[in-house]
């Protein structure tokens, strides 16, 4: 098989683990309203405002796309009914956000990011609300498409088709790499990409069958870089 002109990068799960930035963020988040909302802290615990936020999910489903929205309302619902100021929502998440960049890379990252980016242009394609610019890997990428910041999220046809569109390079010759199976792979090669499979150890400990037509199944993004002979 030829290789393709450019790849699309997912993030969460396959550049750094997101759980552990997750819940190192809602710590961080929880020992802010211990002191800015002391009520909201004491009748919710890191876990409860979790669950919360996951209601508020279940509530608006058109939210889906935008996970910020939902992590803000959920706090200005535990803001609300504890009996305090709502409006501190927006502050209190921008002290969940700013931890939430703070991830752990997997240790091939860097090495095989420089190794793609000297051969490909990469866009990176998320449902999350990670930041390159703020975790320090812009300088590898041409740019981002993220659910929020573009309306839909994988794998709607649509946000891949918009991630070529800025490369300037057709789906049939743009790679889309991740470790989701539904979102990542089958969301790809539904809108007629090719998709690559990173399926990490550390993920997943007992990879599932990939969707047929997957082009590449790989356990780390250096394995990739090795199969695209950069």
Known sequence: M???LALTLDLDDTLW???PAIVRAEARLHEWLLVHAPATAARFDAAALRRLRDEVAARHP?????LSRIRIESLRLALQHSGEDAALAERGFE?????????DLFSDVADALARLAARFPLV????GNAQLERIGLARWFRGSVTARGFGVG???PRIFHEACRRLGVPPAQ???VGDHLVLDVEGALNAGLRAAWVARPEIHPEPARPPAGTHH???SLAELADALGV
């Open 62 to 66: 058109q939210w889906g796309h935008d």
């Open 2 to 4: 030829d290789h393709p």
């Open 95 to 103: 002290v969940f956000f700013a931890a939430r960049q703070e991830v």
């Open 154 to 156: 994988k794998p709607d």
């Open 174 to 176: 743009t790679l889309h």
């Open 217 to 219: 199944v790989v356990r």
């Open 124 to 127: 990176a394609v998320t449902n």
């Open 17 to 19: 683990p997101v759980w």
